[in-house]
């Protein structure tokens, strides 16, 4: 079954706006876990605008041996007051998976992936993936639907590809995303064929999940917050959670 992997982002979010400690991340992640998740996701960056490196560490510390750590940021981001770096944090706490974001503080959220076909941004990467893999971490990479060229990630040590559904969301939306999930699943069996499993995610729902799962053959993990924690204000996170396994059943 694909895993479904819990991104607390907007928990921080939520929680930054007032300032405290409430809503508790921890707790919001003991809740999906109960539920039947099976990995928590993170997105730190520099600016400390959601999740916060010492909610990267506790969060480490809590999961340990129970789920999946997915965290994801821009590597080539540097270290800014107590933020250490996408890097540095890994090595610090040692998550089962890192995907690598090109995001910048001027983004509000990812809106494009790494592409393959850019030797120079390949060949920058490569170094990073090896200490990523070096400390023990699956490193995955966001990439665009359509994307081609996957075998430099997988020669440069890359293991998993996560492909940005915003347009089929955004498409979904609209009422026809027939193009966009064809899209989708083309460069999902690209990836494949390279030797890369495929993960998912950004603007995925309850309304738009099935459709694409069922047109992703082999489909690892889904990493879904923003929908899931706003549906969750209307029917509490454990049943939110519950209703987005049984959509991967």
Known sequence: MTLLSVNLNKIAVLRNSRGGDEPDILRAAQTCIEAGCGGITVHPRPDQRHVKPQDVRALAAMLRGRVEYNIEGNPFAPARGTYPGLIELAREVRP??????????????????????????????QPLVKALRDI?????????????????????????????????????????ARESLALCAETARRAQQSGLAVNAGHDLSQANLGAFHAAIPGLAEVSIGHALIGEALYEGLSTTVRNYLQILR
């Not at 995001?103 to 790494?114: A, N, R, V």
């Not at 990630?153 to 890359?158: K, T």
């Open 136 to 176: 023990g971490c699956r490193v995955s990479v966001f990439v665009d639907a359509g994307a081609s060229g996957f075998e430099r990630f997988a020669a440069i040590g890359m293991q998993r590809v996560e492909i940005y559904t915003g347009p089929y969301a955004h498409a979904f939306a609209e009422g026809d």
């Open 96 to 125: 089962t998976q890192v995907t690598l974001v090109p995001d910048s503080d001027s983004q509000i959220t990812s809106d494009h992936g790494f592409d393959p076909l850019q030797q120079a941004d390949v060949d920058k990467l």
